[in-house]
């Protein structure tokens, strides 16, 4: 089982960034697909989750209602994004891809396998 998360990098104060998960050595069609981030000094957050079909998805509390992440996924490429847009300074993590055998997990321990991550700068 992998999970290769990529796509971070520097960015400035209100720039875009996509990033991609690829999953392999198991059925991500059957899997509900998250992200979480973890800010320096500060414990693993969740940010959004999608449902095996990407019909539904969740956001968690630091990006709900603000518009600015949008989670995805392709099945038939294996691959789950999130698309970050008017970046802000706080959104500086590192950004882990997961996948949960549960409906609509949010939390960390409902996750059964987790990516390296990847990391975001937001910074001028």
């Known amino acids: 089982v992998q999970l290769q998360a990529f796509g971070g990098g520097l960015v400035q104060p209100g720039g875009s960034l996509r990033l991609s998960c690829a999953a392999s050595?198991?059925?991500?069609?059957?899997?509900?697909m998250g992200w979480f981030r973890q800010a320096p000094g500060k414990e693993r957050k969740f940010v959004a989750c999608?449902?095996?079909?990407?019909?539904?998805?969740?956001?968690g509390d630091s990006v709900k209602g603000q518009g600015r992440f949008t989670i995805s996924r392709d099945n038939a490429k294996s691959t789950v994004y999130l698309q970050m847009i008017s970046l802000k300074p706080e959104d500086t993590a590192v950004y882990y891809c997961?996948?949960?055998?549960?409906?609509?997990?949010?939390?960390?321990?409902?996750?059964?396998?987790w990516g390296q991550g990847t990391l975001v700068t937001v910074s001028s």
């Open positions: 999608t449902s095996w079909t990407g019909r539904r998805t969740y956001g």
């Open positions: 050595g198991f059925n991500m069609n059957t899997y509900t």
């Open positions: 997961a996948a949960s055998s549960a409906y609509r997990s949010m939390a960390m321990d409902e996750y059964d396998y």
